[in-house]
């Protein structure tokens, strides 16, 4: 054990701040970058040096649902594995009573001890009682190696389905390393947090439309090998049609066939002529899109290129990469992937190579990187820094403008939370796996997002014609949603209505929702769908007519001649309540005494003789 001036001034000054009532709350976003983490937060910081991961710095605050703790360290671990030599715990004294729970250390008495890198947590709170990181609502930012991280624990779980967690509204907090033995803070002094009552509130949820007509958007999908199964297959065809994407890039689907799928989505997203365009590499990795492929490359490993055709209103093309780098442990091979495709991307971007792209292709990197080990992997996709330059030749900025690639990071649509893995009986908790990296230089992203459906609200799910378990069954990944922006030429809109004609499903009437009711690509306000004169939009939103049956209310008048020439009420098919049928009645066949009275007004006038012209001509032919 060792003292220091500068540990015991800490000592001496934080204790009655971090006991105040009214420490700083704040809104967290999991997602392994720190920008919110706030300097006024309350904060704790040591400077011993031992052998080893060295943590040296404690950050709190919390919202209505999670606590949240930044924890910083002397150089980069790998928080949940060995690679760099560690086993970090989380003690929680709750109840604010050393004499209570294990005995962490002197006068700390922990309900629970977490041990981040053996993957348990330990409930003492009631005697030694061993849990998974699920039942606490564990989050961990990020999943590969950094010398800060972020933790979240649901403020309401109940480890033995019984007894809270936090019991009290004070807590007191402990970082442990004992490969080392460096506390954090150390024995004899305590960091005490106060929870701040005052709600935040929920999260802004995240609508799926597409707002911009103009964005590609692209789903980057790992479907655990389910698209054969049926279930799934009905989550699949509630998932997808809700996002409505342009481009699927889709990942272990080692046992289907493009035909199969190119069927399964021509079914959940039906388009016009030849449909769906679907090709797949020679391992797991398919990508679908609305628009055919110029070529695609299979060479680099476990990753698949194609050079999508996109509509000529856009001034390039765009080149995808469905990424599904190796898994686990494997850091060196996956790292020589990382390499193989910076050196892919060097080559396509000079002329001359063995492929070459036209210069300001749109570039997206997108897909399940597995990105569990070294954060040297992330720098060498996003900054172009390989790692074996003998084989894979000099570094090489991955952007037009010779900069980095942008992580684009999706957000949960329900929660401040960008994990995008998840299994709840796995002892590793959730974790960000699946990216987009994109050239920001000649695109950017108007949008983005996870879904997963346990995890929206009852009214999301009836909106977007979902059910609460889709993601669940469809896939132990969730999908990430991004709309990109690529230049278009000079574009025009007739209408008026804010829609450049090549987007605008109706560009001769405005119609700037963009509604259509039966997604055939034609807007509302210009078809008509059951041929009876009124477009689907006057029947959907003033007659209130079925659009899909030219005579809703089947009295043998069309809803247009009632509405426009009898003025009869298309919903009833006796629209004075006599007793007679509006078209039996029209034909003069109930017995009325005035049989000249085709509108029924009590008069024989000029608007009789227009009813009986249109229903049966002006001539005598």
């Known amino acids: ?66 606590l949240y703790l930044k924890l910083t360290a002397s150089e980069e671990f790998d928080l949940h594995d060995n690679l760099i030599p560690h086993t970090t715990w989380l003690y929680l004294d709750t109840d604010m009573n050393g004499n209570t729970g294990s005995s962490a250390a002197t006068g700390f008495g922990a309900e629970i001890g977490i041990n981040f890198r053996l993957h348990y947590v330990n409930f003492y709170a009631t005697g030694l009682f061993g849990i998974d990181f699920s039942t606490i609502g564990l989050r961990t930012f990020p999943s590969y190696t950094s010398d800060t991280f972020e933790i979240a624990i ?66 980057a999908y790992n479907t655990n090998g389910r698209l054969s199964l049926t279930d799934s297959q009905d989550n699949y065809g509630r998932i997808l049609p809700s996002v409505n994407p342009d481009i699927i890039a889709l990942s272990e689907c080692y046992l289907q066939s493009e035909l199969f799928v190119k069927d399964l989505v021509d079914s959940w997203l039906p388009l016009p002529g030849y449909g769906w365009y679907v090709t797949k590499d020679d391992y797991d990795m398919m990508i679908c899109s609305r628009w055919p492929f110029i070529q695609t490359w299979d060479t680099p490993d476990r990753q698949y290129a194609a050079l999508i055709h996109l509509p000529d209103y856009y001034t390039h093309d765009l080149l995808l990469i469905n990424a599904h780098l190796q898994c ?136 977007n014609g979902l059910e609460e378990m889709d993601t669940w069954g469809a896939s132990d990944h969730f999908p990430v949603i991004a709309d990109f922006l690529i230049e278009t030429i000079p574009l025009s809109d007739s209408d008026g209505d804010l829609i450049n004609d090549p987007f605008d499903n109706c560009p001769s009437v405005p119609n700037a929702l963009q509604a259509d009711f039966n997604l055939n690509g034609t807007g509302d306000a210009c078809e008509d769908t059951d041929g009876d004169f009124l477009s689907d939009e006057t029947e959907l939103t003033i007659s209130m007519t079925d659009p899909e049956d030219q005579d809703t209310d089947d009295d043998g008048l069309t809803d247009q001649f009632e509405i426009q020439v009898t003025q009869t009420d298309p919903l009833n098919a006796d629209s004075d309540n006599n007793g007679c049928n509006d078209g039996v009645q029209l034909a003069g066949q109930c017995g009325t005494a005035c049989p000249a009275d085709l509108n029924h007004n009590g008069l024989i006038d000029v608007n009789d003789l227009i009813i009986f012209i249109s229903v049966y001509g002006s001539s005598c032919d």
């Open 328 to 463: 686990c442990s494997d850091d060196a091979t996956r790292q020589t992937q990382c390499d193989e495709i910076i050196s892919f991307i060097a080559d396509a971007k000079n002329p001359g190579g063995e492929i070459s792209i036209p210069q300001n292709t749109p570039i997206l990197y997108a897909g399940d990187l597995n990105l569990v080990g070294y954060s040297q992997q992330l720098t060498t996709l996003l900054t172009g820094d390989i790692q074996d330059n003998l084989t894979y030749g000099s570094d090489a900025a991955p952007d037009w403008d010779n900069s980095s690639f942008t992580d684009e990071v999706c957000r949960n649509t329900a929660l401040r939370m960008c994990y995008t893995w998840r299994d709840d009986g796995d002892s590793y908790p959730p974790a960000r796996m699946d990216y987009f990296l994109y050239s920001d230089a000649v695109m950017s992203v108007a949008k983005s997002f996870i879904l997963e459906t346990e995890e929206m609200t009852s009214n999301q799910l009836m909106t």
């Open 1 to 66: 054990m060792r003292f220091s001036f500068f540990r015991i001034f800490f000592s001496f000054v934080w204790v009655p701040v971090a006991a105040s009532m009214y420490a700083q709350q704040t809104a967290i976003t999991m997602d392994g970058y720190f920008g919110d983490w706030l300097s006024g937060l309350p904060s704790f910081a040591e400077a011993d040096v031992y052998s080893g991961v060295n943590l040296n710095g404690i950050q709190v605050t919390n919202d209505d649902n999670y």
């Open 154 to 219: 649901s403020r309401n779980a109940m480890p033995d389905e019984s007894t809270p967690l936090f019991s009290g509204n004070n807590i007191k907090i402990l970082f442990r390393n004992t490969a080392n033995s460096d506390y954090l803070p150390n024995i004899g002094t305590f960091f005490t947090y106060s929870f701040n009552n005052n709600s935040i509130g929920p999260v802004s949820p995240i609508s799926l439309e597409k707002e911009n007509p103009s964005a590609i958007r692209v789903i």
